[in-house]
């Protein structure tokens, strides 16, 4: 079993700058990616980026270059920096670890945080 604990999230003015953490606990062994979704209201949830033991990572296209998703080993901890956020931004953020269980591929998710970006 994997934990995740999510904090940063909050009110943010368009063009600023917030910081999600994520911290795993548990199983952490058996991660081999970490990644943040995100559900907006009235939306499906959908992905945001994800990255990977091995470093690297990847972005949706509508937050390519605005996001940067990175972490800490030591701390167990992924980030998600969003830079420049707009309107549409505004969803709750859900943190997600995807572990290898011998053939099987398991899914843990975060309690969710909310980000408001408004003026």
């Known amino acids: 079993q994997v934990q995740l604990v999510e904090s940063g999230g909050g009110l943010v003015q368009p063009g600023g700058s917030l910081t999600l953490s994520c911290t795993a606990s548990?199983?952490?062994?058996?991660?081999?990616?970490m990644g943040w979704y995100r559900q907006a209201p009235g939306k499906q949830r959908e992905w945001v980026a994800t990255i990977t033991t091995g470093g690297s990572t990847n972005y949706a296209d509508s937050v390519k270059g605005r996001f940067t998703i990175s972490r800490d080993n030591a701390k167990n901890t992924v980030y998600l920096q969003m830079n420049s956020p707009k309107l549409e931004d505004t969803a709750v953020f859900y943190c997600?670890?995807?572990?290898?269980?011998?053939?099987?591929?398991?899914?843990?998710w975060g309690q969710g945080t909310q980000v408001t970006v408004s003026s």
């Open positions: 548990g199983s952490i062994f058996s991660i081999y990616a």
């Open positions: 997600n670890a995807k572990a290898q269980a011998g053939a099987t591929t398991m899914d843990y």
